[in-house]
């Protein structure tokens, strides 16, 4: 079955640096990934998405890649602020399941002032 | 509005007995779901419902049921708890597949 692999599990950066988070899927079939971000007492929250028809998205400071060949994908965010320090989890869809998701054991991100 | 919402928000509830947590929307989204979160494992699918009437097992079905009565709610059953069932519970919605999924704020459950 489908498998989402997410690396750094933690990551800690200074306010003003950028933060890359990177996940590997299993299923050459997966055609939708989304990427959450879930603050503290929160249920997560989709911050941006990518479809298999695009290699790159890009939404103010966020940005995500999606290398079909290498079955991965990548979330950038720039000029990180405080605000950004969350828990982010990506996700794929698995082939055969109607759009249902799989997600990534997530990333605490840090980010000091 | 209101969005998605859960209840209760949390419960503390003894092995062997059963539970409903319940979920409702109020953007007429097709499609509703449940998850658990566990720490270090992310959120993993329970259960998943892609409109009235009709609902599919996810990754970890066993233990739980759901209906979908109609297109607002989406409650979820645990029969017999046991301890392992322990956990942050989910629910979200979405529109259609491949589209946003909105959670709900979650309900915190504690099998003892």
């Known amino acids: 079955g489908e498998n989402v692999e997410q690396h750094p599990s933690t990551l800690s950066v200074q306010e003003g640096d950028s933060a890359v988070i990177k996940c590997t899927y299993s299923?050459?079939?997966?055609?939708?990934f989304p990427w959450y971000k879930q603050e503290l007492g929160k249920g997560p929250q989709l911050i941006i998405d990518?479809?298999?028809?695009?290699g790159e998205k890009k939404d103010q400071r966020i940005a995500v890649t999606l290398n079909k060949t290498a079955k991965h994908f990548s979330l950038h965010i720039t000029e990180t602020q405080p605000e950004d320090s969350a828990v982010y989890f990506c996700?794929?869809?698995?082939?055969?399941?109607?759009?249902?998701?799989?997600f990534g054991k997530g990333t605490k991100l840090s980010v000091k002032p | 509005t209101a969005g998605i919402t859960q209840a209760p928000t949390s419960q503390i509830l003894a092995a062997g007995r059963s539970m409903t947590l319940r979920c409702t929307q109020d953007?007429?989204?097709?499609?509703m779901y449940w998850y658990r979160q566990d720490l270090g494992l992310g959120l993993r699918l329970i259960h998943y419902s892609n409109t009235a009437g009709t609902t599919g097992k996810g990754e970890v079905p066993d233990g739980y049921s759901v209906s979908r009565a109609n297109t607002d709610d989406f409650p979820l059953t645990l029969a017999s708890a046991v301890p392992s069932q322990t956990s942050v519970y989910f629910c979200?919605?979405?529109?259609?597949?491949?589209?946003?999924?909105?959670f709900g704020p979650g309900t915190r459950l504690t099998v003892l």
């Open positions: 990518i479809r298999s028809n695009v």
């Open positions: 299923d050459s079939a997966s055609n939708y």
């Open positions: 979200a919605s979405s529109a259609g597949n491949y589209n946003e999924q909105f």
């Open positions: 996700a794929a869809t698995y082939g055969g399941s109607q759009g249902n998701l799989i």
């Open positions: 953007m007429r989204h097709n499609a």
